[in-house]
């Protein structure tokens, strides 16, 4: 079991003994829950509990427990090898845990202990590892693995992957609108850029930053960013930026709440600055003001190449080379175990200045020499690596630019297409529109024809009837007329008065049917004059009162459109008579410009025309129309219920 390899005191293993002895978890877990997390206690139940859940076949449990124990702060499981164990143990069993986000977390925890064992390698696979485990609803998680992995192939010196896996993990966390880590990713990725003195990226990112932290007023951060940038501009040589930033950061403490560590590394970096422009005073100042600092944080006066450095350096200042030798040696010692590039080459300068004033010039040329090996080495390093930056942005943007190029050569044949597209539904809508229109015109000239020949067919019908007519009253005139007379002459003779009688009766009648079919007057005393003796006719035989008002229209018409005029006025006058119960009539022959109106007008019962428009038929109406018609005329109706009837007709000569 895991607890076997932890060396715990007697005491605890008779605490946990008999629960243990009798393998019961819940009641191990009721002691677990009755004790501190910061207890040694609680890790050593913590364990006993993990090796019970996996015997016992629970892995969802035992993940769940084995990530528990990563973030218990109990000092007996503080041990990253022994976290690491118990994480690996669990992953052994990972295709029995059901929850995604448990079998990616035990993944993420396993590379963070490795990360703090410095296995940069090992944690860079299991960062992977974590993010391929996790499902897309832990996105969080997932953005935490690459922003983790990006710092450890930050400190492997991996540009271009830590570059990428940095601007991935701020993609999700922006996504997630988590502003708080997608400043912490940018801060790293600022790191990352100065570590390849690739100065004016850093320094774009930094700038935002303290933008970013002073519109939220949180001036720690600002603080912060203000102190990187000065380091940053220290490595440049732009010693005026470099004051400026740090009096701007020092202007901002005391923080609340106070942070000592800072507020000392921001004083002994102005110390330093000093110290390089050989103001002892300000040197001095900054430097006591430095130690007041680090009284709250002690372990900074005996493990900090920061502070270690600026000490050596005052002690330099004041002439003290020997006391300057030792705390730069043990500057030294520091930065190695650190493994700053910027402190170890701080130490290893004023190191080989303090060899040199001691007259030590053989120790102040080796140490010399080795900083020059190391920065060669960096600078070898660092240029390769940046280089291949460089290339892998140009590579990138001429990718970037040869895919714009072609997304608008596409978008160019697209617009094109589009343009065609329309050109082609532009003449197709034309080519529609004209068969349509050639279809509709034929359909409007076959109607037309239809008309016409309708009209030409009503027209030769009603010269037909007209002709007909005249025949029959004729032959009724000349024919049968004749035989009654001869009849009548006869009937005389015999002096037989009722039959003479019957015989002048048959004769009146026959001829008012023969004057009916072939008006004789119209022949013989012209339109007007005929239109009088109907008119006086139907005032004689009827109840109607007549009016007229008839002018001279002898020779203005031809015959034809006399007779047919003279037809029109008697359908009318039958309409009246028929259908309109009126009292009274008038009748208006008139000449006007152009032609001649005649206007018929009653005061019967009258009609809706817009609900008999169609019903020519029922009305007389549809003979009337056909009849103008064919004179080239037009005809108006104008009609109301209870108020009588208009009838206009119109002939042009």
């Known amino acids: 079991m895991l607890a076997s390899n932890l060396d715990c005191s007697s005491s605890i293993s008779r605490t946990i003994q008999d629960p243990i002895q009798k393998n019961d978890l819940s009641e191990l877990t009721t002691l677990f829950e009755g004790t501190e997390p910061s207890d040694s206690i609680a890790g050593v139940y913590m364990l006993e509990m993990i090796n019970l859940s996996e015997q016992e076949a629970k892995y969802d449990l035992m993940a769940d427990l084995a990530i528990r124990l990563t973030n218990l702060p109990s000092p007996s499981v503080q041990a990253p090898d022994l976290k690491k164990k118990a994480l690996m143990r669990a992953i ?44 897309d609803k832990d996105s969080i ?97 732009r010693l005026e930026d470099q004051l400026d930033y740090l009096v701007k950061a020092d202007s901002l403490t005391p923080f609340d709440p106070r942070d000592y560590y800072i507020e000392s590394m921001i004083k002994l970096s102005l110390s330093n ?41 005052l002690e330099y200042s004041q002439g003290n080379f020997s006391a300057a030798n030792q705390l730069a040696q043990q500057s030294l010692r520091a930065a190695k175990v650190s493994k700053n590039m910027d402190h170890l080459i701080s130490s290893y ?83 529609i529109v004209a068969v349509l229109l050639i279809f509709l015109g034929k359909n409007l000239k076959h109607e037309k024809k239809k008309k016409e020949m309708q009209s030409r067919f009503s027209q030769e019908l009603l010269k037909n009837e007209e002709a007909e007519r005249v025949r029959i009253s004729k032959d009724l005139h000349d024919g049968l007329g004749q035989s009654l007379l001869l009849i009548k002459n006869k009937v005389a003779l015999s002096k037989d008065n009722s039959t003479g009688e019957l015989l002048d009766t048959a004769i009146s009648e026959l001829r008012s049917i023969a004057r009916s079919l072939h008006p ?29 008002e008839i002018e001279e229209l002898k020779g203005i018409l031809k015959k034809e459109q006399e007779l047919q005029l003279y037809r029109i006025l008697q359908e009318s006058i039958n309409n009246v008579l028929k259908h309109s119960e009126a009292s009274a009539l008038r009748v208006l ?65």
């Not at 069993?93 to 703090?116: P, V």
């Not at 001095?284 to 944080?297: D, G, L, P």
Request: charge should be negative.
């Open 92 to 135: 052994t069993h990972e295709n029995q845990i059901t929850k995604t986000q448990d079998r990616g977390n035990l993944h993420l925890k396993l590379a963070g202990a490795f990360f703090s064992l410095e296995q940069f390698d090992s944690a860079i696979y299991e960062y992977g590892e974590a993010i391929e485990k996790f499902s």
């Open 141 to 237: 998680y997932i953005a935490d693995s690459y922003f983790f992995r990006a710092q450890a192939r930050d400190y492997q010196g991996d540009l271009l992957l830590g570059m990428q896996d940095y601007q991935t993990a701020r993609d999700i966390y922006l996504a997630l609108d988590d502003r708080e880590y997608v400043h912490y990713v940018d801060g790293g990725m600022a790191i990352l850029f100065i570590k390849f003195a690739i100065y004016n990226e850093a320094e774009k990112i930094r700038n935002s930053l303290i933008s970013t932290y002073q519109e939220s007023g949180d001036s720690f951060s600002v603080a912060i960013q203000l102190y990187n940038q000065s380091e940053d501009f220290a490595k440049q040589g």
């Open 273 to 313: 600055y000093y110290g390089e422009q050989r103001d002892v005073e300000k040197q001095q100042k900054y430097f006591a003001q430095a130690q007041e600092m680090i009284y709250h944080v002690p372990e900074v006066a005996t493990t900090n190449p920061v502070y270690l450095n600026a000490k050596a350096q």
């Open 349 to 431: 300068r004023l190191l080989g200045d303090t060899y040199y004033d001691l007259g030590q010039s053989a120790k102040a040329y080796e140490v010399r020499q080795e900083l020059t090996r190391y920065t060669d080495s960096i600078f070898a390093a660092n240029q390769a690596t940046t280089f291949s930056y460089y290339q892998t942005l140009y590579e990138t943007e001429r990718k970037e630019k040869e895919i714009l190029t072609k997304t608008q050569e596409i978008e160019s044949i697209n617009q094109r297409n589009k343009a065609n597209l329309r050109f082609i539904a532009i003449i197709v809508f034309v080519l």
């Open 520 to 548: 004789m007057q119209l022949e013989k005393l012209g339109l007007s004059k005929a239109a009088e003796h109907l008119l006086d006719q139907i005032d004689r035989e009827t109840d109607i009162f007549v009016s007229t």
């Open 589 to 653: 022959f008139t000449r006007i410009e152009k032609g001649i109106e005649l206007k018929i007008e009653d005061n019967g019962k009258g009609f809706d025309f817009s609900e008999k428009l169609n019903d020519f038929q029922s009305l007389g109406l549809k003979t009337l129309k056909e009849r103008t018609a064919s004179i080239h005329g037009t005809m108006r109706v104008n009609s109301e219920k209870g108020v009588g009837t208009s009838l206009s007709f119109i002939v042009y000569v």
